[in-house]
């Protein structure tokens, strides 16, 4: 079993849709939890990141984390067209204090037709 | 602020030849990171350096893959030798000492082993 789970989709949605994607993990540790977007031949770029259990909101973005059920997500309203990448989760545990290294999903692929 | 710059954009070579990367990160960030990023999955850490001093490489496949930062900013990754399933994006990100939850990501290199 994966530590993290992530549907790979593809997602296709209506422009002005409102998205949620999501991940599941099963390490315990897993106490920063963050989403990237990629575009296609290009790095993640970091969207957000949440410390814990919570929602933080940005803008058109919303991030859930439910620690108990082990399950992350990420709203996106009013989608648009330049919201059409793929959306990565990531998660990091608490550990060694020198230790940056991520776990990713897979990854979902989103495209939002106009 | 430039980002991180990584070079060649794409390279192919035979199995069994070698390869080197280079990357650049972002002006004064200790935390060098180099993920594996094989097609339809999410990066994986290869090799974190903390300056020039090596964090995590547990996952470094050692008997082919090397990777330096000699003088704690531009950082090298090699394969020697290249396999077919070595065919991936190499990831180069960056992050300010500590702060291992901001990850910046350069564009990548995409190499095709034949």
């Known amino acids: 079993q994966k530590e993290v789970e992530q549907d790979p989709g593809p997602l296709s949605v209506p422009e002005g849709a409102i998205v949620s994607l999501n991940c599941t993990y099963s390490n315990s540790a897993f106490q920063y939890f963050m989403w990237y977007r990629q575009y296609s031949r290009k790095g993640p770029e970091l969207l957000m990141y949440t410390y814990s259990s919570g929602n933080k909101e940005d803008g058109r973005f919303t991030a859930q984390v439910d620690k108990s059920s082990k399950y992350i997500s990420l709203f996106i309203r009013d989608s648009q067209p330049s919201d059409s990448a793929t959306y990565l989760c990531?998660?990091?545990?608490?550990?060694?204090?020198?230790?940056?290294?991520?776990?990713f999903g897979q990854g979902t692929t989103l495209q939002v037709k106009p | 602020e430039a980002g991180v710059a990584q070079s060649p954009r794409y390279k192919i070579i035979e199995k069994r030849q070698s390869v080197a990367f280079w990357c650049n990160p972002i002006s004064g960030h200790a935390t060098l990171y180099w993920y594996q990023q094989i097609l339809g999955q999410g990066p994986k850490l290869l090799i974190q350096?903390?300056?020039?001093?090596?964090?995590?490489d547990s996952q470094l496949p050692k008997d082919r893959f090397s990777a330096e930062r000699l003088k704690g900013v531009d950082s090298t990754l090699k394969i020697q030798p290249a396999k077919l399933e070595d065919s991936a994006v190499y990831l180069c990100?960056?992050?300010?000492?500590?702060?291992?939850?901001?990850?910046?990501f350069g564009p990548g290199t995409r190499l095709t082993v034949l």
């Open positions: 990531a998660m990091r545990a608490m550990g060694s204090s020198n230790t940056g290294k991520l776990i």
């Open positions: 350096f903390q300056n020039n001093g090596v964090v995590d």
């Open positions: 990100a960056s992050s300010a000492r500590r702060d291992f939850t901001s990850q910046f």
